[in-house]
């Protein structure tokens, strides 16, 4: 990918102007589609040598922010999601990961399940050229499927890791999203213990084939629980946190876990923290064109972006050993080495204005997704997670407006059927949904996935007829 086509996408830092918009500004903005102006302004770079890290059990330095391989930047995202390798632009992963080992990142996560599939192999061609003591990879048991329940199939989706990383040692192998599903102790003790696959990576730890083992979290707290009650030795463990769900998790999603008490347990046990989603699926780095939250956090700081707030929360914790940002472009990932590097702790003053804008975010309505693909590729071929974000955004900018008589109902209805249009193809829309629910034991938020795109397409039908939903019902 060129640098004019990495300077064409999305930049976190723009958001911030949207603060200080005019009325008429802000609205020639989301008729556009629910979008705000993109650019680079991301120039100034710290020196390398000045990234923070933290310590894990072992004594090993990790650095604060770690690289996270979920969404890697596409040369074609329709043939991603059919799983071509091709789809992923190498290249740039390449210069991406080589950018960030020269500023002191260490720590790489991936996943067999990540970028269709694809991640792995990227990654392990990536760090391929650089001596093998220069970082620490992370992968994942993700045996989500029945298919993989088997202890052969587990063992072989094990094995598969080490040929496509290119390695004969994993630093940080976790058991992937326990507490996933409706019945999740079920699904829990299915795929690691009936099979005797967690007593296996423990004998792989003994051996020296992993050096650290742990689990990610999604769900249900009985299962976390129970994870750290069995006696095992965690070397870390891998949860959601960020300031809107350091208190307010189930206020976004009911079936969600507060962090506060997450890191709690995590902390008086002294398993160190890796953290997940600390910009909540971006939702905190573009924060959806909120206003009101953005005048606060430019009150508190003008040049901050909102990215770096997030991230700042998230490693303002002492028991967090590294935090995950993916970084699909190349300002994503110079931002977050600026964040880090070093990173400053929050005061109380800073907290508590988190805290406020926390609950600004809290009070829109938006579907919890963070945009993770879990759910890829549909078999019906919906584009899920950018039906969400459109959906989210256009909420989140007040451009969701059902009453016909309401004086933006114009202007929010072809801001949000233009948006659609230009982000998601027809054939790939809400309306295409055979609620067939293949996806939703796949989603870490557990989120209805079926009856979110009925009412979408609902919505969008009443907007089509200009009738609001209560006359389309009738």
Not at 29 to 34: F, R
Not at 207 to 232: C, E, P, T, W
Not at 383 to 401: A, G, K, L, Q
């Amino acid at each position: 990918m060129s640098e004019e086509r990495e300077q064409q996408k999305w930049n976190r830092r723009d958001f911030i102007k949207m603060a200080g918009l005019g009325a008429a500004a802000v609205a020639s903005l989301s008729v556009s589609g629910c979008e705000t102006e993109k650019g680079d302004r991301t120039s100034l770079m710290p020196k390398p040598g000045q990234m923070s890290y933290r310590t894990n059990k072992k004594g090993e330095k990790v650095s604060l922010l770690g690289f996270g391989m979920m969404r890697l930047p596409t040369v074609d995202h329709k043939a991603l999601q059919r799983g071509s390798t091709a789809a992923i632009d190498q290249e740039l992963v390449n210069s991406l990961v080589a950018e960030a080992l020269e500023y002191g990142v260490n720590y790489f996560d991936t996943s067999p399940r990540y970028a269709q599939g694809q991640s792995e192999k990227v990654l392990g061609i990536a760090l391929k050229p650089f001596p093998r003591d220069k970082y620490f990879i992370a992968t994942k048991l993700s045996n989500f499927t029945e298919s993989d329940w088997s202890r052969e199939g587990s063992i072989a989706m094990y094995e598969q890791s080490f040929k496509d990383l290119q390695v004969e040692m994993i630093d940080y192998m976790l058991l992937h999203g326990i507490g996933m599903g409706d019945d999740a102790m079920k699904v829990f003790n299915t795929r690691y213990m009936d099979n005797g696959i967690l007593d296996f990576l423990l004998e792989q730890r003994e051996k020296g084939r992993i050096r650290n083992l742990g689990f990610s979290y999604h769900g249900d707290i009985a299962v976390f629980d129970h994870a750290l009650a069995m006696g095992v030795d965690w070397d870390f463990v891998q949860i959601q946190l960020n300031y809107i769900d350091w208190k307010h998790a189930k206020e976004v999603n009911t079936r969600n876990s507060n962090a506060e008490y997450l890191y709690g347990e995590l902390w008086k046990r002294k398993i160190p923290a890796v953290i997940m989603e600390p910009l909540l699926g971006g939702r905190l780095a573009n924060m959806n064109g909120n206003r009101k939250a953005l005048r606060i956090l430019k009150e508190a700081d003008p040049e901050a972006t909102p990215a770096a707030w997030a991230l700042r929360y998230a490693g303002h914790h002492e028991g967090v050993l590294t935090v995950l940002s993916g970084m699909t472009f190349r300002e994503h990932l110079r931002e977050n080495i600026a964040t880090y590097s070093p990173h400053r702790p929050l005061n109380p003053a800073e907290l508590d204005m988190l805290e406020t804008v926390a609950q600004v975010m809290v009070g829109f309505k938006t579907i919890p997704c963070n945009t993770c693909q879990y759910c890829m590729p549909c078999p019906y071929g919906l584009d899920i997670p950018t039906i969400f974000e459109h959906y989210n955004r256009c909420v989140s900018e007040e451009n969701y407006v059902e009453n016909i008589h309401d004086a933006r109902y114009q202007a929010a209805r072809r801001a949000f059927l233009v948006g659609y249009d230009r982000s998601v193809p027809k054939l790939r829309q809400a309306d295409h949904c055979t609620a067939c629910g293949r996806c939703v034991p796949h989603c870490p938020q557990r989120i209805d996935i079926p009856t979110e795109m009925e009412k979408i397409d609902r919505f969008v039908d009443a907007l089509k007829q200009e009738k609001t939903l209560e006359e389309k019902k009738a």
